[in-house]
Nanobody
Framework: QVQLVESGGGSVQAGGSLRLSCTAS????????MGWFRQSPSREREVVGTIHSSRGRTDYADSVEGRFTISVDNAKNTMYLQMDSLKSEDTAMYLC???????????????????WGQGTQVAVSS
């Protein structure tokens, strides 16, 4: 059973930066997809970006491309989300997700991820 714990959320002014972390435990597979998603009362859960844990391939939603960066430290079983040039519309609950197994490209559909963290809140004020 994989467990995910996010940290690093908080409040920041527009234009600022935050770094989120997601630490996984119970991982037994060598090839995995990990992703960051976000949701808010006015917006359904949507992908922020994904990373393949062994290949290192990252893919991003258009809305964050060039501003957000996903990375992974496999020795620590931790995925990071560096968020720069934050905008008020980035305000949301951010969740990390994990799907074991090999895939050519990690999915953007949240329904394709089996394990989820509890989330960490990000608030960006303008």
């Amino acid at each position: 059973q994989v467990q995910l714990v996010e940290s690093g959320g908080g409040s920041v002014q527009a234009g600022g930066s935050l770094r989120l972390s997601c630490t996984a435990s119970g991982v037994t597979s060598a090839y995995n997809c990990m992703g960051w998603f976000r949701q808010s009362p006015s917006r359904e859960r949507e992908v922020v970006g994904t990373i393949h844990s062994s290949r290192g391939r990252t893919d991003y939603a258009d809305s964050v491309e060039g501003r957000f960066t996903i990375s992974v430290d496999n020795a620590k079983n931790t995925m990071y989300l560096q968020m720069d040039s934050l905008k008020s519309e980035d305000t949301a609950m951010y969740l990390c997700a994990f799907e074991p197994g090999w895939q050519m490209r990690c999915p953007f559909n949240p329904a394709e991820y089996k394990y989820w963290g509890q989330g960490t809140q990000v608030a960006v004020s303008s």
